[in-house]
């Protein structure tokens, strides 16, 4: 079982931006893939993004495209998440992942758990 800290959540008005952070206390991220999630209020747990370990393999859910940008900085076992041009759409509980890539490149979960960050975008 592997713990992860999200940190960077918010509350913002329309059109702002955030970065959210991704990391562990053991150098766990640092070696590992890792997605991004997020649970809107009534809403099902939605797929954000995910990188690899090395950074060269990023995939993006099919309405993340454009306003969000997933990166990391192994140096500081850290995994990134930009949202730009923030709508209160993006109003959610953001959760990051351990995992792994499958043979179509698509980003699995793995047992990794955190307690989340929130971002209210509220005008």
């Known amino acids: 079982q592997v713990q992860l800290v999200e940190s960077g959540g918010g509350v913002l008005q329309p059109g702002g931006s955030l970065r959210l952070s991704c990391t562990s206390s053991?150098?766990?991220?640092?070696?590992?893939?890792v997605g991004w999630f997020r649970q809107a209020p009534g809403k099902a747990q939605q797929f954000v993004a995910a990188?690899?370990?090395?950074?060269?393999?990023?995939n993006y859910g099919g309405s993340m495209r454009g306003r969000f940008n997933i990166s990391r900085d192994n140096n500081k076992n850290t995994v990134y998440l930009q949202v730009n041009i923030l709508r209160p759409e993006d109003t959610a509980v953001y959760y990051c992942?351990?995992?792994?890539?499958?043979?179509?490149?698509?980003?699995?979960?793995?047992?990794?758990w955190g307690r989340g960050a929130q971002v209210t975008v509220s005008s």
């Open positions: 992942n351990v995992g792994f890539f499958d043979s179509r490149n698509r980003f699995v979960r793995e047992n990794s």
């Open positions: 053991a150098a766990v991220i640092s070696t590992s893939s």
């Open positions: 990188i690899d370990e090395s950074g060269a393999l990023t």
